[in-house]
Structures are given as structure tokens and as C-alpha cells.
């Protein structure tokens, strides 16, 4: 059988808990309570590092938008060639003013359009299907097919 001891009792030199390293449950003083460090995506370089790696990316997205459509939107209208103007010894230069140009011509009547030769539209043509002769059953294309494979163990016999 088990005997159970007592604890020893506590000399002088034990009465001083403070100074002990050693954790006690029991012992305010030694439960140490201190807050995680800062997770690194939130310290202030990097914060700063992500919203401009955001706005570089917004930056980006929006450029390409931009770039897209750009080719989509309707012919600018060309502008006027400029004249050049050179200085005339005329004291009053005459302006001579260019007639506008002409309508452009109405469109075609149906009637008109029913004579003008037809453009050539493709030929769809459906294939017939090829005649084939009945298949012959019992029929190989080697005059001999190989034997079967067996799966099951061979029984050794002695070699020569």
C-alpha cells in the first residue's frame, strides 16, 4: 500500500514567491498577460505598401476599360485642310467662294435593282449515301486470330 506524505514545510528562503521563476497557478504574480504583436499587414508601412499597390491595380482596370472601347466609338469627323495664308501685296484680297458639293444621288429603284444581274448565292447540295455491301459475320481480316490469354498460373515443369 501507498503511504501519502506531507508536504515539507516552507523554509524562510520560500517565503519569497515573487522572486521565483517558476509559473504558480496560485500566484498572481506570476500570470504575465500581454497583448499579440500587430499582424504585419497591419503595421503602417505596409498599410501603406497595399492602398497603393489598390490604387496602382484601380489604375490599371481602368486604363484597360478605357482602351477597349476607345476603337468602338464612331469615326471622329476629319477636319477641314487648313489653307495656308501667305501675305499678298493686294491691299483687299478677293475671297472666291467654292460652290458646295453636289447631293448625292438617290437610291436605286427596285425595278432598277431586279434587272441588275443576280450575284451567284452558293449551292447546297445534300450527299447521297454511299451504297455498302451487307457485313459478313464470322469474317477477319488475319486468316487467324490468336489464342486466348489465360490469367491463370501455368504449372512449372522442369526445364531441359
Known sequence: MVELQAE???DESDDDWDNDTRFDAFNVN???????P??????????TALIAAGLAAAAIVVSVVLLA???????????????????????????VRQPP??????PPTPAATAEAPAERT??????QPRQTKEPEIGVTRTPQTRSPISVAP???RPRN
Open 30 to 36: 506570476t500570470w504575465n498577460f500581454k497583448p499579440a
Open 38 to 47: 500587430k499582424p504585419w499587414y497591419r503595421t503602417g508601412p505596409a498599410m
Open 101 to 106: 458639293p453636289p447631293p448625292p444621288a438617290p
Open 154 to 156: 501455368q504449372p512449372r
Open 122 to 127: 452558293p449551292v447546297y447540295r445534300t450527299q
Open 8 to 10: 515539507p514545510e516552507p
Open 69 to 95: 472601347f476607345r476603337g468602338s466609338s464612331p469615326a471622329p469627323e476629319e477636319a477641314a485642310p487648313a489653307t495656308p495664308t501667305a501675305p499678298s501685296a493686294a491691299p483687299s484680297p478677293t475671297r
